[in-house]
C-alpha cells in the first residue's frame, strides 16, 4: 500500500515537472495559465498524498487551501487578459519611444 | 526516504523557476510563475513538517501576492519588462555574500526533530516548569508569546502596525476632504 503511494506521488511529480516546462515555454499566455493551474492541482495532489505517506491526515486542509487559492489566481490572471491587453507574446512587442504599447 | 525525494524535486522546480523568472520578460506570466514560486515554497514547508507556515505561505504568497501584482499590472500601460543587457553587480555581489552566510549559519543548526536539541532539552523544561510561578499567567503559549518573548512580539505588532498605516496612506484617494453641511466645489 505503501509503495502504492509512493509510486503515485513519483507519478504525480513527473507530471509536475511537465506542467513547469509548459508553463515556463509556453509561447502563448493562454499556455502559461493553464499550465499553472495544471500545476497547482498537482501539487494539490501531491500534498494529499504526501498526507497519507506520512501519516498526518490534518495535513489535507493545506490542500484544500491550495485549490482554493490556485482558482483565485487563475480567475484572477483570466480577468486581466480579458480586459483585451496584448498580452500573447508569440508577437514581437511594438513599443512607442514614449514606452507606452500602441 | 520519499519526503527526501519530495524535498530534492522541489527544491530543482524552484530553482528551474527562478531561473527562468529572471529570463521572461512578459509581466503577466511572471507574476503567475512568482504564485507558482510561492505554492512550492509551501509545499516545501509542509514537507518539513510546519503546516502553520505553510498555510500562511501559501495564502500570502498565491494568494493576496498574485492578485495584487495582478491588479497593478492590470493599472500600467507597459506588460513588457524593459529588457537590461547589464548585469548590475553591486546587487549580485550583496546576493552571493547573504547566501554564503545562510549556507554558513546553516552548518550549526541542529538536525530536524532532534530530541537532543538545545530547545527541546533546555528552554521547553524551563517555560513548562517555572512558566506559572515566572509570569503568573495560566496559559502557557500566551506566557511565551507575551512574556518571555515579549520584546519580539512588541516588534511583530510594530511591524504589522506600520503596514496598515503605509496601506491606508496609499488607499486614500487624492481628493478633497468634504466636511458635512460644507458643498464641495466640483
Redesign the interface.
Known amino acids: 500500500m505503501n509503495l502504492l503511494l509512493v509510486a503515485a506521488s513519483l507519478a504525480i511529480m513527473t507530471t509536475m515537472a511537465l506542467a513547469l516546462a509548459r508553463a515556463l515555454l509556453g509561447p502563448t499566455i493562454f499556455d502559461r495559465i493553464l499550465a499553472v493551474n495544471m500545476f497547482g492541482t498537482k501539487a494539490v495532489l501531491l500534498v494529499a498524498v504526501f498526507a497519507f505517506v506520512s501519516g498526518r491526515p490534518d495535513v489535507l486542509d493545506i490542500a484544500l487551501l491550495y485549490s482554493l487559492l490556485n482558482f483565485v489566481g487563475v480567475v484572477a490572471a483570466l480577468r486581466l487578459v480579458e480586459r483585451g491587453k496584448d498580452y500573447a507574446d508569440h508577437k514581437k512587442p511594438e513599443i512607442n519611444k514614449d514606452g507606452s504599447n500602441p | 526516504m520519499?519526503?527526501l525525494?519530495?524535498d530534492i524535486?522541489l527544491l530543482l522546480?524552484l530553482l528551474?523557476?527562478a531561473i527562468?523568472i529572471l529570463r521572461?520578460h512578459?509581466l503577466?506570466?511572471v507574476?503567475?510563475?512568482f504564485?507558482?514560486y510561492s505554492?512550492?515554497v509551501?509545499?516545501l514547508f509542509?514537507?518539513l513538517d510546519a503546516?502553520d507556515v505553510?498555510?500562511t505561505e501559501?495564502?500570502v504568497g498565491?494568494?493576496i501576492a498574485?492578485?495584487l501584482m495582478?491588479?497593478t499590472?492590470?493599472c500600467t500601460?507597459?506588460?513588457?519588462e524593459k529588457i537590461q543587457r547589464k548585469v548590475a553587480k553591486t546587487p549580485l555581489f550583496i546576493c552571493l555574500v547573504v547566501g554564503g552566510l545562510l549556507m554558513y549559519g546553516t552548518h550549526n543548526i541542529a538536525d530536524l526533530g532532534d530530541p537532543e536539541a538545545p530547545p527541546h532539552t533546555q528552554v521547553a523544561k524551563r517555560y513548562i516548569e517555572d512558566g506559572q510561578k515566572d509570569t503568573g499567567v495560566p496559559n502557557l503559549v500566551t506566557a511565551v508569546l507575551a512574556s518571555y518573548r515579549g520584546f519580539d512580539t512588541l516588534g511583530e505588532v510594530t511591524v504589522v502596525f506600520t503596514a496598515g498605516i503605509g496601506v491606508l496612506l496609499l488607499l486614500v484617494r487624492p481628493q478633497k476632504i468634504r466636511i458635512k453641511g460644507v458643498k464641495s466645489a466640483r
Open positions: 520519499i519526503s525525494v519530495i524535486v522546480f528551474i523557476m527562468f521572461v512578459q503577466l506570466a507574476a503567475m510563475l504564485g507558482l505554492l512550492l509551501a509545499g509542509m514537507v503546516p505553510a498555510f501559501a495564502a498565491t494568494g498574485t492578485v495582478l491588479a499590472i492590470a500601460k507597459v506588460s513588457q
